[in-house]
């Protein structure tokens, strides 16, 4: 089976502009979370989705948005992109969103780089 | 109260030695303590992870010892490889929310 799957593995916008980022969770996972990991630092706590339905926002900006679609992959979207977005973006899906203890089986992450 | 603290920052050990991560945490209501591998270019891999109603967890080189009323927990890796050479996080929840550390860079030298 495949694993979560991310797309684009790597991106290079210019500040102001806007990006979109793509993941696949496992099949039949149906909660998707996203994180934010700085070079250096641990993983934060951005979104996470399950049935298509928002169930938790980490502390970012409005300029962040993502959604969840029918075959329960999702989009994150970044508007008026900073310096400080620059990241490795992850994408984590569950079976079971709630819940302590469900593995979250992680992506290989899309690099973002803004110039 | 929801960080958590992890050291060292890096690790250098010798092949078939012992590598130590500490972390810490505040809030007591996490009730779930996972930590990750990750190696460069790609994303985090569960490794082992503990309930804090049990005070140690061993699942072959890896033992995760946790002291709840320091609210402090560790990762050994025993007989240390050089494949073991990564970043390791520690994290806790009380969700399925993970709150990581900052990470630790383990080189395990032949």
């Known amino acids: 089976d495949a694993g979560v799957t991310q797309s684009p593995t790597h991106l290079i916008k210019t500040r102001g502009q806007h990006v979109t980022l793509r993941c696949s969770p496992i099949s039949g996972h149906k909660s998707v979370s996203w994180y934010q990991q700085v070079l250096g630092q641990g993983p934060q706590f951005i979104f996470q989705y399950y049935e298509k339905e928002e169930r938790g926002r980490g502390n970012f900006p409005d300029r962040f948005s993502a959604r969840q679609f029918p075959n329960y992959s999702s989009e994150l979207n970044v508007n008026a992109l900073l310096l400080g977005d620059s990241a490795l973006y992850l994408c984590?899906?569950?079976?079971?969103?709630?819940?302590?203890?469900?593995?979250?089986?992680f992506g290989p992450g899309t690099r973002l780089t803004v110039t | 109260q929801q960080q958590v603290k992890q050291s060292p920052q890096s690790l250098i050990v010798q092949k078939g030695g012992i590598s130590i991560i500490n972390c810490a945490y505040e809030n007591t209501a996490f009730d779930y303590f996972p930590w990750y591998q990750q190696f460069p270019g790609k994303g985090p891999a569960l490794l082992i992870a503990?309930?804090?109603?049990?005070s140690e967890k061993k699942e072959g080189r890896f033992t995760i010892s946790f002291n709840k009323s320091a609210k402090q927990f560790s990762l050994h890796i025993m007989d240390s490889q050089p494949g073991d050479s990564a970043t390791y996080f520690c994290?806790?929840?009380?969700?399925?929310?993970?709150?990581f550390g900052t990470g630790t860079r383990l080189q395990v030298f032949p």
């Open positions: 984590a899906s569950s079976w079971m969103p709630g819940l302590a203890g469900v593995e979250q089986y």
């Open positions: 503990i309930r804090p109603d049990v």
């Open positions: 994290a806790a929840s009380n969700t399925d929310k993970l709150i």
